[in-house]
């Protein structure tokens, strides 16, 4: 392990990353994570730059080459689950082949998205217990929420795999996989979970209007908001005494502060896999 972490450091060091998120054009919190998830790996000095570009917002994806000196470039998706925007989209305004592309004397590796890693299994545990702390596991419901509808199928379905996971670990009395806008709905927590404490991390990447708004109004403990998403205050009021319960509200898993170690680790899965002829990228279409 020790010569592989080595080698991957050397790859590192003589490379770019770029961290690609989807941003807003009318939300600021949306890309916050992109960005502080960028300074702490800058900060660490492990590759010679780190980028971070975005669909909605600047530094826009066509604009991120101009950016990088490196001949060598981690494309790290911050995105939840592989989908139109990993499939479609990346790889049309990157100009991607596939997971490896040569163009202009430069090599470009497209990595897994950031929510496919294992470790984010663990992301969704510490974003549980930090913000229920004391709290006992055996006497908890545990939702995690995604947005659903068909289209953002690949989304639901990371969601129910981590639920899966997290069940499999018998720490929580319940683990639940729920969605705003399709059965199970977050909506029906209190039909859905039969303990006294109930805690809800939203399975997003950024702290956006779902999170900020859409989700509490599910939930019943905010009126429709009137105040500007940046300022709420929802998640630093917990718990809520709400329908017989204790309910805990906490923020997108993708704020997580150990999630920069998950697009490292996407970078370095990349090598391995590759080294391993193991590589798989999926279908990727630039249409």
Not at 6 to 27: D, W
Not at 67 to 86: A, R
Not at 124 to 145: D, K, N
């Amino acid at each position: 392990m020790g010569s592989a972490m080595s080698e991957a450091s050397s790859e590192f060091a003589r490379s770019a990353l770029v961290i690609v998120g989807h941003g807003s054009t009318v939300n600021p919190d949306s890309s916050a994570p992109t960005h502080v998830h960028a300074q702490t790996i800058r900060e660490r000095g492990i590759f010679a730059e780190v980028h971070s570009c975005f669909w909605k917002e600047e530094p826009s994806l066509r604009e991120v080459y101009r950016m990088i000196e490196s001949n060598q470039i981690y494309v790290v998706p911050n995105f939840i689950s592989e989908g139109y925007f990993t499939q479609t989209v990346i790889p049309r305004e990157l100009e991607l082949d596939g997971a490896l592309t040569e163009r202009g004397g430069r090599l470009i590796k497209y990595c897994e998205p950031v929510g496919s890693h294992p470790h984010m299994t663990e992301a969704l545990l510490r974003r549980a217990r930090e913000t229920a702390p004391g709290v006992p596991p055996a006497q908890t419901s545990l939702f995690i929420v995604g947005h659903g509808t068909d289209l953002n199928d690949n989304s639901a379905r990371a969601a129910k795999d981590q639920v899966a996971r997290i069940a499999a670990l018998g720490e929580y009395a319940e683990v639940i996989s729920s969605y705003m806008e399709e059965a199970p709905l977050i909506a029906d927590w209190d039909k859905l979970s039969s303990q006294p404490n109930v805690v809800v991390v939203p399975f997003f990447i950024a702290d956006g209007l779902h999170s900020y708004e859409d989700i509490p109004v599910l939930l019943g403990f905010e009126k429709e908001p009137g105040i500007a998403a940046s300022q709420a205050e929802v998640f630093r009021r917990n718990p809520y005494d709400l329908r017989g319960r204790r309910l805990f509200y906490a923020s997108a898993v993708g704020t997580e502060p150990m999630v920069a170690d998950v697009i490292v680790d996407q970078a370095e899965a990349f090598d391995r896999n590759l080294a391993n002829g193991t590589l798989q990228r999926g279908c990727l279409t630039t249409a």
